[in-house]
């Protein structure tokens, strides 16, 4: 079956610094991808939509400068936390629509401190 | 909008006792409805899903019904297991779409 494979499933970073997410399709395309966000025993929030080739679309209240998508190619997104914060501190999700429903990837935890 | 309203949690149960687990959702139209596991530091596997009105999922002995007239997927499971404590979440997707989760309700089965 279809597999999203993320990466890295947890990072631990220094407040100020930025964090690269990835998440590769690996056997099929991914045109779009899903980011999602979980904070402790809650559910996940929709932050963002991206889409192969165009700009991403971002849910309300979420900073495009902060929250950074890029999707280069039918097989790669990548969400970049810049300039992160504690705040920033959660579970990241990714998750791609196909053929076969929808593929998430294993997460990651991002600790900021 | 769309959104998914689930029973709050949490969930405790002793091993083979019936597992009901309650979903509702609002929508414009008909959506798919899902419903996904999450285990401790682990992404979201699905479960079970349903595309259309009075469809059953059904996997590892669980079971939802797609109910268009009272808008509800509940997940039921005759008889628990340890190995089933994880957080639940109900979803809704329409035509690959985003999906929209509910809360998610965390599930202790104890020997």
Redesign the interface.
């Known amino acids: 079956g279809a597999v999203v494979s993320?990466h890295p499933s947890r990072v631990i970073c220094k407040s100020g610094t930025s964090v690269k997410i990835e998440c590769r399709s690996l056997d099929f395309q991914a045109t779009?991808m899903?980011w999602y966000r979980q904070f402790p025993?809650?559910?996940?929030m929709?932050m963002a939509?991206s889409n192969e080739g165009s700009k991403a679309t971002y849910e309300q209240g979420v900073e495009k400068d902060k929250f950074l998508i890029n999707h280069a190619s039918l097989t790669l997104s990548t969400l970049t936390v810049t300039s992160a914060h504690p705040e920033d501190s959660s579970f990241y999700?990714c998750?791609a629509?196909g053929e076969y429903?929808?593929t998430?990837?294993?997460?990651t935890?991002l600790t900021v401190v | 909008g769309d959104s998914v309203t689930q029973m709050e949690g949490p969930v405790t149960l002793s091993e083979e006792a019936f597992l009901t687990i309650n979903c509702t959702y609002t929508a414009t139209g008909y959506p798919s409805l899902?419903w996904?596991v999450q285990y401790p530091?682990?992404?979201?596997?699905?479960l079970l899903?349903a595309t259309k009105a009075d469809d059953k999922g059904s996997n590892k002995g669980f079971e939802a019904t797609y109910r268009k007239e009272t808008t509800s997927f509940h997940l039921e499971k005759g008889s628990v297991q340890v190995s089933d404590s994880a957080v639940y979440?109900c979803a809704l997707?329409f035509n690959?779409?985003?999906?929209?989760?509910?809360?998610?309700t965390?599930l202790t089965v104890k020997p």
Do not use: C, H, V, W
């Not at chain 1, 998430?104 to 997460?107: A, L, N, Q, V």
């Not at chain 2, 690959?96 to 998610?104: E, L, Q, V």
């Open positions: 993320q779009t899903f025993k809650q559910s996940l929709l939509t999700i998750s629509p429903g929808y998430f990837g294993s997460g935890r | 899902f996904y530091g682990e992404g979201l596997q699905l899903k979440f997707s690959n779409n985003d999906m929209r989760f509910g809360a998610g965390r």
